[in-house]
């Protein structure tokens, strides 16, 4: 599976659009983009995924660039409950490597 | 309702004492995934397993061991021999086999070893 950098952390205020940012510059072309998050001291929560076009849902819009080694997760107004670690990975379909490989993700604090 | 279930959510125990954490799934799931996490980091892959009786070993394998007997089970056994076994363990699973699925969590163990 490819690798993904994200920064370290990043805050917003609340009310405002959150965009994360992630690169996965060694991405291949049956790998998908996954993006969860983690509230402290819970599980982490599966937001959205996609392979090449734009992706959104009642979380987040997913925004994958032509080249697709890199991406965005849009939190289109972000509220206090959005202040968690991010986490973008990216994974085949299947195949013989199931790993499913987390990185140290983005810290994104909403302030008021 | 279906889900991950982990047990216990706190778990103390002396050093050089063997714990076994649980980690149950009642969605029909292939794959089972356990990962550790260390205060401010990410999540470190353990051990995983895509099938009964299968499984390979992750990224920090070492001092730990698993089993994969049933479908819907997959305990991890922290043993005296991990040097530093207090963490937040998370047990994952997800649908093996199907295009793009996502891997749902449990709500992790908190070991303390004294």
């Known amino acids: 599976d490819a690798k993904t950098t994200q920064p370290t952390s990043m805050d917003c205020a609340e009310g405002r659009a959150a965009n994360l940012p992630c690169n996965h510059s060694?991405?291949?072309?049956?790998?998908?983009v996954y993006w969860y998050r983690q509230i402290h001291s819970q599980g982490p929560q599966y937001i959205i995924h996609g392979l090449k076009n734009n992706e959104t849902n009642e979380m987040a819009s997913l925004i994958i660039t032509e080249d697709r080694k890199s991406s965005t997760l849009i939190l289109p107004h972000a509220t206090l409950r959005d202040t968690a670690v991010y986490y973008c990975?990216?994974?085949?379909?299947?195949?013989?490597?199931?790993?499913?490989?987390f990185g140290k993700g983005i810290t994104l604090s909403v302030r008021p | 309702d279906g889900g991950i279930t982990q047990s216990p959510k706190y778990l103390f125990r002396k050093e050089g004492q063997n714990v076994t954490l649980s980690c149950e799934q009642n969605?029909?799931?292939?794959?089972m995934y356990w990962y550790r996490q260390d205060p401010g980091q990410g999540l470190r892959l353990i051990y995983y397993?895509?099938?009964?009786?299968?499984?390979q070993k992750g990224d920090i394998a070492e001092g730990y061991s698993v089993s994969r007997e049933k479908k819907e089970s997959f305990p991890l056994t922290v043993t005296s021999a991990q040097k530093n076994p207090t963490a937040f363990y998370l047990c994952?699973?997800?649908?093996?086999?199907?295009?793009?699925?996502?891997?749902?969590f449990g709500q992790g163990t908190r070991l303390t070893v004294v």
């Open positions: 969605l029909n799931h292939d794959a």
């Open positions: 397993s895509q099938i009964v009786n299968d499984f």
């Open positions: 994952a699973s997800r649908h093996e086999g199907r295009q793009n699925t996502e891997a749902f």
């Open positions: 060694t991405i291949s072309g049956n790998e998908y």
């Open positions: 990975i990216v994974r085949a379909y299947t195949g013989a490597n199931s790993k499913l490989t």
